[in-house]
């Protein structure tokens, strides 16, 4: 079993920065992708950022230019910094992985619990 957790989230004013923490552990897995997704009171989940296992990333066009994914192997962990936050960034913030067990060669794919981000103008 994968576990992710997410960290980092809280209440900030607009044009403030944040930096969010996903830190996976459990099963051995080869990771093919991790992203961040978040979802808005009375909205569907939407795609935030991806990155690869090659480091290619993907990003929104609401966020680009302001959000940055990234990981950091050694420590299992998914970033995403986010700079010059707007009101309508509040939301509930989750981790994603899409990876394939080694054992098993089981495609899995795990969401974090989620990390709710206020943005107030």
């Known amino acids: 079993q994968v576990r992710l957790v997410e960290s980092g989230g809280g209440l900030v004013q607009a044009g403030d920065s944040l930096r969010l923490s996903c830190e996976v552990s459990?099963?051995?897995?080869?990771?093919?992708?991790m992203g961040w997704y978040r979802q808005a009171p009375g909205k569907q989940r939407e795609l935030v950022a991806t990155?690869?296992?090659?480091?290619?990333?993907n990003y929104a066009e609401s966020v680009k230019g302001r959000f940055t994914i990234s990981r950091d192997n050694a420590k299992n962990t998914l970033y995403l910094q986010l700079n010059t936050l707007k009101p309508e960034d509040t939301a509930i913030y989750y981790c994603?992985?899409?990876?394939?067990?080694?054992?098993?060669?089981?495609?899995?794919?795990?969401w974090g619990q989620g990390t709710q981000v206020t943005v107030s103008s």
């Open positions: 459990g099963r051995t897995l080869r990771i093919n992708a």
């Open positions: 994603n992985l899409d990876g394939v067990s080694y054992g098993t060669a089981v495609s899995v794919v795990s």
């Open positions: 990155i690869s296992s090659g480091g290619v990333t």
